[in-house]
């Protein structure tokens, strides 16, 4: 069933109000918020207008909804490699029997369709309103399809979910030539044809569902692709006047496989192949010249900068690597767009910047970067990167994309100041109230036709069975309990 917007005019109040003025946030103690077809009327007090319908959320904190810039949309892969090293040992990266036996899909195109509506949910529980959905290559033949790209943008106009949607596609991909050796294969043919799919189904889909489906172009990660396959993108960009993004700058062996490559850093390289501009969104940039150990005399960060390009920051499934970014105060102060993004599970925005800013002060910006910062990087940076003035903000004239966190649970302690506080204590668990484009996606923790248990449990089933295939494409093929050992000894009952 598809969620439909409200009728008449909404008033929203809470003890907390997230408002605008002058090109940033303000708190309003006690204010209100008031939306009508879609779209902010009044954010302040004392609203003179007569309204059709009062939402007071009372000991809560309404803002503007969170923006995903890389979204989970799938069963993370990720958490299969938290204590299960090293990546090429245990599955992360295909071996070569398996990629000379042809790789295959681990899902089934039915359960592709089903986990984009299902990771859909989980963003929406998290406060959530905007989302670029990522997910992993490592269990696909090569790359997405149109079909379960098709069922994203069924899934999002049914839930309410505003999204920006484009399958990915790559050249290339790793395997492991022998142990600890890592290589790569190409395949630039199969590589442009994702590109040509991927430029037609962003004719097809853009602006779509009431305007909730827009649209973007998702080559893989840097390494993965060839110069014709960059250079086609950016000038798709250009013709479809879309958003791309591309993972860049995540690890040693991505950047320095690059230099290897192409005798470039990435980000040098990008800008030497046109690639750069407002409308690119980079997933990470935690590797740059002069930090983690790379030497390479390159101006990164200055590249970066003067291209317009935007970070989209991870700072959760970054540190569960064992890596973060240097100095979140200094991509700031040089003038890159920094947004945010989940990239794991859970998509818990409000954990992520509570890592973001932990990390930061744990670099050294202790001084230099606050709760404010990541939470304007969460919401405003997030629309900045995607070019829309009317998203992250609760304005007069912007989308009504809102969230409400809950400020009442005793686990979230006492309340000093709203941002800090959730900054501190809260948690995704927090959100109470979800609102996009005019429209109650989430009501008190509760979305239309959404059975969350059910949801976790045929979510549980779909995984199992994908970790089950995991033999198969893993180094000299060891058993399951081999790859994925228990953390302690697991001891069944006895009769």
């Not at 592709?112 to 998290?126: E, P």
């Not at 069924?154 to 492991?176: C, I, K, Q």
């Not at 990164?300 to 970070?311: F, K, P, V």
């Not at 002060?361 to 202790?366: E, F, P, S």
Request: aromatic letters at 8%; a negative charge; hydrophobic letters at 40%.
């Amino acid at each position: 069933m598809k969620v439909r917007r409200e009728k008449g005019r909404i008033l929203m109040t809470a003890e907390w109000v997230v408002g605008y003025e002058n090109g940033g946030h303000v708190l309003l103690p006690f204010g209100e918020v008031v939306f009508e077809d879609g779209a902010i009327v009044f954010v302040g007090h004392g609203f003179p207008g007569n309204v059709d319908q009062r939402i007071d959320c009372g000991a809560a904190l309404i803002g503007p909804g969170f923006i995903d810039l890389d979204a989970l949309s799938d069963l993370d892969t990720t958490v299969l490699g938290l204590d299960n090293q090293p990546a090429w040992k245990k599955g992360r990266v295909w071996p070569e029997s398996y990629m000379q036996a042809g790789p295959r899909e681990m899902y089934t195109p039915e359960e592709l369709r089903w986990q984009k509506r299902y990771a859909f949910t989980r963003l929406i529980r998290n406060g959530i309103t905007t989302a670029l959905p990522i997910a992993s290559l490592f269990y696909r033949a090569w790359g997405e399809t149109w079909d379960e790209f098709e069922g994203a943008a069924e899934a999002a106009s049914d839930l309410g979910l505003r999204v920006y949607l484009g399958p990915a596609y790559r050249s290339g991909n790793t395997y492991v030539k022998k142990a600890g050796e890592i290589a790569f294969h190409f395949d630039e043919p199969r590589g442009l044809a994702g590109l040509q799919e991927a430029r037609r189904f962003c004719e097809t889909f853009e602006n779509t569902a009431g305007g909730l489906v827009r649209t973007m172009l998702s080559p893989d990660r840097i390494e993965t692709c060839t110069p014709d396959l960059l250079r086609g993108t950016a000038q798709a960009v250009r013709d479809l006047d879309v958003p791309v993004r591309l993972h860049c700058c995540q690890s040693a062996f991505e950047y320095n496989s690059v230099l290897r490559l192409h005798g470039k850093s990435p980000p040098e390289w990008l800008d030497h192949l046109g690639f750069l501009s407002p409308r690119a969104i980079l997933p990470h940039l935690t590797y740059i010249s002069g930090v983690n150990g790379i030497s390479h005399s390159a101006p990164d960060l200055d590249i970066l900068a003067n291209s317009g390009a935007a970070l989209a920051h991870c700072p959760l499934v970054m540190a569960r690597g064992g890596s973060m970014l240097q100095s979140l105060a200094g991509y700031r102060d040089r003038g890159i767009v920094i947004g945010m993004g989940t990239d794991t599970h859970p998509p818990d925005m409000i954990l992520n910047m509570q890592m973001g800013l932990m990390t930061a002060r744990l670099a050294g910006d202790a001084e230099k970067t606050s709760a404010a910062d990541l939470y304007t990087a969460a919401t405003l940076g997030g629309a900045r990167a995607l070019g829309r003035d009317d998203l992250g903000r609760l304005v007069a004239g912007a989308r009504a994309d809102i969230n409400v966190i809950a400020l009442d649970d005793p686990a979230i302690g006492q309340v000093i100041d709203p941002i800090q506080t959730i900054l501190l204590n809260g948690s995704g668990r927090d959100v109470r109230t979800v609102v996009i484009d005019g429209r109650i996606v989430m009501k008190n923790g509760a979305m239309p036709d959404c059975d969350p248990v059910a949801m976790r449990a045929q979510a549980q089933i779909q995984f199992d069975g994908m970790v089950a295939q995991y033999p198969d494409r893993t180094f000299e093929h060891p058993p399951v309990e081999e790859i994925f050992a228990p953390s302690f000894p697991i001891r069944q009952a006895t009769s």
